[in-house]
């Protein structure tokens, strides 16, 4: 008997269990801590208490790593402008951003808001039902997250969905609702 291949086989394979367990663990890890969507009763509760404060429709949960946040979310109000809350623990709303509010009050010398970009403004009820329709078609299997009017030149709007393995594009619409392009998330030029 080779006492050597015995030592080493003795060293290797316990090495190759802790390097399969780290690998794994990581990984694990990974797809955890990216995930911040929140689902099902959850989403409901935290939802009930976002539109209970400001009205509206929900659009989108997420947990917030901001200290004394606890949720982030997104509502549409009944106009189609968009109130984004941030909850604490207790879902007491601890921070109201409106459309158009940047924290800038850039106005003229009427008073009016300078700093509302084209994106800012409401989306009609037909504009956003053939906006939704014309993304649906560009990404099979989607689901509508948001829509918006565009600032972009030569858009008109642009509709963030999720597809059914839960990655988020934007697509990218002209004026008559023409896919002008479909970027995955964080890809847009």
Not at 12 to 28: E, F, S
Not at 81 to 102: F, H, I, K, Q, T
Request: proline share 1%.
């Amino acid at each position: 008997m080779n006492t050597t291949t015995l030592r080493r086989k003795r060293v290797v394979l316990p090495t190759l269990a802790v390097l399969a367990a780290v690998g794994i663990g990581g990984t694990v890890w990974t797809a955890t801590a990216n995930e911040t969507g929140v689902d099902g009763a959850e989403r409901d509760r935290v939802g009930a208490a976002a539109t209970e404060a400001v009205g509206g429709t929900v659009v989108d949960v997420e947990t917030s790593d901001d200290r004394g946040e606890t949720y982030e979310v997104e509502v549409r109000l009944d106009d189609g402008s968009e109130v984004d809350l941030a909850l604490d623990e207790g879902l007491a709303v601890v921070a109201e951003e409106r459309d158009g509010d940047d924290g800038d009050d850039h106005q003229d010398t009427n008073g009016r808001d300078t700093d509302r970009d084209a994106d800012d403004r409401p989306v009609a009820e037909a504009d956003r039902t053939a906006a939704e329709k014309a993304a649906l078609g560009a990404v099979e299997g989607a689901t509508v997250l948001d829509v918006e009017a565009s600032d972009d030149r030569g858009a008109a709007w642009e509709v963030e969905v999720r597809d059914a393995d839960g990655a988020e594009w934007d697509v990218v619409l002209d004026a008559d609702f023409g896919v002008l392009r479909t970027d995955a998330d964080g890809t847009d030029d």
